[in-house]
Nanobody, 119 residues
Framework: HVQLVESGGGSVAAGGSLRLSCVVSGYTYCMGWFRQAPGKEREGVASIVSGGRTTYADSVKGRFTISKDNAQNTLYLEMNSLKPEDTGMYYC?????????????????WGQGTQVTVS
């Protein structure tokens, strides 16, 4: 079974940067970052396959970078040029099966979330 723990959230001014981290235990073919704003559905932000191939939501392309440190079993999300609409609770997640994408329904393991607020 996979366990994930996020950290690195906080409050930042528009145009600023944050780096989120997620410590992962267990095997994961894919890992992803998701976010959810109050009153809105959870949406996929970025995902990365075990081999390193990445997928990004159109809203964050060119601003966010997903990466992983295999040796330390840590997933990262580097967020630059942050906008107020990036505000939300950010979660890292992993699927149960050999699949990868940005659909929340495809992921079975979830972290506790870390809040990101952009003013």
């Amino acid at each position: 079974h996979v366990q994930l723990v996020e950290s690195g959230g906080g409050s930042v001014a528009a145009g600023g940067s944050l780096r989120l981290s997620c410590v992962v235990s267990g095997y994961t073919y894919c890992m992803g970052w998701f976010r959810q704003a109050p009153g809105k559905e959870r949406e996929g932000v970025a995902s990365i396959v075990s081999g390193g191939r990445t997928t990004y939501a159109d809203s964050v392309k060119g601003r966010f970078t997903i990466s992983k440190d295999n040796a330390q079993n840590t997933l990262y999300l580097e967020m630059n040029s942050l906008k107020p609409e990036d505000t939300g609770m950010y979660y890292c997640a992993a699927p149960v099966l050999l699949w990868c994408g940005l659909a929340p329904s495809g992921f079975g393991y979830w972290g506790q979330g870390t809040q990101v607020t952009v003013s």
